[in-house]
């Protein structure tokens, strides 16, 4: 990061391609649009290029900050989509008919990033699979199901100091479990 600050573009290429397949694993069930994901996760890593003073070493590694800016950054992308009217899906921008085929996602995509997806997914799945049951409802609720502290709490009917303190507890002993992961590490 400090060579990124100093405006290193090799330097954001590398931690793109550290960073950017964990941060996709983590969007694409989230937005459950790949394509929409990638160009979520490309959004991040371009903000971070144009702000890099946003990330602040002094409160946690890289991996877990950027983790956390894709989440929020993927809920930010479903809450506007849930916003979205289609009232009028009469016409085309020309005026024609509307192709519904413009709507349809790409079915085959490629082979390596569905491999490093999955790779994250199973090593995330396994370490969730580690917390206790109300840490994992939470972050589940949290993180895939984009729903808000509050929305959690309300839907649980628990106290929302309550919720905090679950995902809280739950993120680190998660960043404990996939440490090492970030930088390449093979468990």
């Known amino acids: 990061m400090a060579r990124v600050v100093q405006g290193d573009r090799e330097a954001l290429g590398e931690l793109y391609d550290r960073h950017a397949p964990a941060a996709l694993g983590l969007m694409a069930p989230i937005l459950r649009d790949r394509r929409l994901a990638e160009e979520t996760v490309q959004d991040v890593f371009l903000h971070l290029w144009q702000h890099p003073g946003t990330y602040d070493s002094?409160?946690?590694?890289?991996?877990?900050?950027?983790?956390?800016?894709a989440r929020?950054?993927?809920?930010?992308?479903?809450?506007?989509?849930?916003?979205?009217?289609?009232?009028?899906?009469?016409s085309g921008e020309d005026g024609g008919p509307l192709d519904p085929a413009t709507f349809l996602v790409d079915p085959a995509p490629?082979?390596?990033?569905?491999?490093?997806?999955?790779d994250v997914g199973d090593r995330v799945r396994a370490a969730l699979a580690t917390l206790s049951p109300e840490q994992r409802e939470t972050l589940e609720l949290a993180y895939f199901g984009g729903l808000s502290h509050r929305e959690i709490a309300e839907r649980l009917?628990?106290?929302?100091?309550?919720?905090?303190?679950?995902?809280?507890?739950?993120?680190?002993?998660?960043?404990?479990?996939?440490?090492?992961?970030?930088?390449?590490?093979v468990e």
């Not at 009917?157 to 590490?185: C, D, N, W, Y």
């Open 58 to 69: 002094q409160r946690g590694a890289f991996g877990g900050w950027i983790l956390r800016v």
């Open 72 to 90: 929020n950054r993927a809920i930010d992308v479903l809450r506007k989509q849930r916003e979205r009217r289609f009232a009028d899906f009469s």
């Open 110 to 118: 490629d082979p390596a990033d569905q491999a490093v997806t999955s």
């Open 157 to 185: 009917s628990r106290p929302l100091g309550t919720v905090k303190t679950q995902i809280r507890t739950g993120m680190q002993r998660l960043a404990q479990m996939l440490t090492g992961f970030e930088h390449g590490a």
